[in-house]
């Protein structure tokens, strides 16, 4: 009754929020495809682009309506453009939501965008080959693509070019192609053209932006969701020009990129000249919130101050307003209806999807209780171990501190090392942000290998000594050896679990075209590019969570491990949510208090900007995802008595989190 009831929540909750997405039938969600080719003739193809299209039931081929391109951000997918998609469409507007590539489910590769060997480590026109911001660039693939984020195919050779033959081929990340496709449908006004982008989405936005100039799609507005500027000297003026931007800057943006390499966002990056002369401005008139320039002549630019981070920007409620009223006023102010811009539904379709999401996990629960009253499955439970080699409160608090600061301070340099320097073959491990985490992971797991034999030897010789058993890994039976048929059984209990969400997913995208999600991409469908690629990274995965849920849920047993009930639960839970979660909670008040402060983001602060960024915006996401992993593997290491249902339950979640749809190669 339990699993039902959460089932048919979630799918309450699904149809809600796609009565949200549709605006109640006014709008048609659809999806497409579209070819990538590389080359001016078009001779290389490089696979298929996917996109959601959200058309309004007013635009016909008899009323056309403005058309605006979305391109998400580094990590995210189309759906991550929901909220303006949704106001948008409301309003009237047809919008096209690419799946950039390497993201979501188009298939080609990050790669496809191009890299040289060398890099610029400021704003573009401002480096100098003599204070070495100009520099070469070396190392891996990815490391170069990674560093030439904001390098643009529409730039000068000097920069977009190589003498090794390389190039920055499309720093549209396909949405030239995707904006082609938008601005030919016949209920599309092509005089009435717009992009947004976010982050990465905002170099590819203004790549559309050049690509299209002097063309008669050229788009009338650009807005750009905490983007990079640049000067004028970069790229060939007499050829280029861009129509009404907007810059939505995030006070407390974590990537250097978007802060022109300053620590702090004030009035001093304001009155910048590289700001000045985006403005077309001077310092003492350049303000905050305030439109310069015309929308009649393309020469509207405005910078508007959001007092949120990088991440949540693409759903701020007042950076949306703004926009949707730039859009309105490039348009023209019969363009669209007169929804006022503050009337927005669309952050309602993401809390309804979150939760849709969580009480599919919590069905987790009930299937888990009906699959373990199958006799074959109810050999994974067996007694928790002797309670002789619980920790005491010293111990076990001096254990505790220790693990969360060798996780919380190795994070920073090992999920950078992972994400861009780490030698791993590039063809088998395309996911950039897994190679971030496989790099944690792999000193993590050295570190918790070294303690766990040297644990080991010392209990060896006390009369107590309760083997595998004891750390989670063996059976009662077989106290001494590593249980296989637990492992087995265990596993195939988990692929039981996975399959109901799964299936729960699948039935979401296929009736709604929706995600299990908030606002960040977390369970997708997959590909079979990007099965494979859960596939490659599950077993590193696994073997993190084994040794980790043995380390904190067996070997640091304490009393509350043996309560039963609520108090039990709750008690034991703490405590392995702290050490789970502890280490990145540390470094989430180090990178935010000295940011929130004024001084800057901690691990900028600390470490320098080679640590910022990415990982660091990330934690917003990790840190809530490891505490719901914490209460799976709580609970299930409690049900069963050893750690294998839950590492294994969380390692899949984690690999299908990081391989569903983010940054592929």
Partial sequence: MLLGLLLICAFVALTIANGIQTDHGNIVVTEGVIDAYRGEGGEEHLGMMTYKLYTPRTATAENKAPGVLLLHGYQNDRETNAAYAIELARRGVVVLSLDEYGHGFSEPGLKERGYVNHTVKVNYGEESVELGTYKKAGGTVRYRLLMNFSNLSFFNDYYSKDEDGNAIYDSSCGGAAAYAVLATMDNVDSSRLGISGHSMGTWAGWSVAAAFAGTEYEPRATVLQCGELFRDSVYDTGKIHFNNVLLLQAKWDEFSYFRDYKRVVDDDLLKS???????????????????????????????????????????????????????????????????????????????????????????????????????????????????????????????????????????????QLGHALLPLPEGIFRMTVGNGFIGWYSLLIIVMLVTSLTAWRKAKKTETFDGFYGMGLGAEKEPRKISWKLLGKSALLVLCLLGMVYAVVALAGCLYLLDLRFIWPFFKTFTWARLGQFCVYLPLFALFFLLNNSKIMASMRTEATYEPGAKGFLGSWWRNALMMVGGVLLIVLIEYIPFFLGIGPGADVLFGSTFGGPFMSLLILFVPQVLVFSLFCTYLYRRTGSVYPGALLVASLAAWIVTGGSAML
């Fill in 273 to 415: 000249d590289l700001r000045c002369e985006f403005l077309g401005t001077t310092a003492d008139q350049a303000a905050w919130d305030t439109t310069f320039g015309s929308f009649e002549d393309g020469t509207a630019r405005r910078m508007e101050l959001l007092y949120t981070n990088h991440r949540l920007t693409t759903h701020n409620a007042r950076g949306l307003a703004v926009a949707l009223d730039w859009f309105k006023a490039a348009f023209g102010p019969e363009s669209m209806n007169d929804l006022a811009s503050t009337d927005q539904t669309a952050m309602g379709k993401e809390w309804l999807v979150l939760f849709a999401m969580l009480v599919t996990l919590l069905a987790m629960v009930p299937l888990a209780e009906l699959l373990l009253t199958i006799p074959f499955f109810a050999a994974v439970v067996q007694p928790l171990p002797p309670k002789a080699n619980i920790k005491p409160r010293g111990k076990w608090w001096r254990g505790a501190v220790i693990t969360m600061l060798i996780a919380g301070f190795t994070y920073p340099f090992m999920t």
